[in-house]
């Protein structure tokens, strides 16, 4: 599988915890460059991917609530955050069906 992030923009990126290809990394770069890394565990990307609109922050609230802090502060929607995760799952599950195809 690709060692590229599952998605990346100028202030979030998600990728595979290394050495994992079940839990991932969540990064908020600040606007002094400085990144914030916050784990999400096996299988809630594809949870919090398939959370109806709005229900992401409840759902944030108690398994990560500095990550909703650093969002705040670096004033990056709850929205956004559930945008990147649902690209970052489409992105895991292209990269699975292709991986599947290629064997």
Not at 58 to 69: E, G
Not at 84 to 97: F, N, P, S, T
Request: net charge negative.
């Amino acid at each position: 599988m690709s060692k590229e992030p599952l998605y990346q923009d100028e202030k979030l990126k998600i990728e595979y915890l290394p050495n994992s290809h079940e839990d991932h990394l969540v990064y908020i770069r600040e606007s002094s460059g400085e990144e914030y890394r916050y784990v999400i565990q096996r299988g809630i990307l594809e949870e919090l991917a398939r959370t109806a609109r709005g229900g992401i922050e409840n759902k944030l609230q108690w398994s990560n609530q500095d990550l909703l802090f650093v969002l705040k502060k670096e004033n990056i929607s709850v929205d956004a955050l559930h945008i990147a995760i649902c690209q970052a799952y489409a992105e895991e599950k292209e990269r699975v069906l292709y991986h599947k195809r290629s064997i």
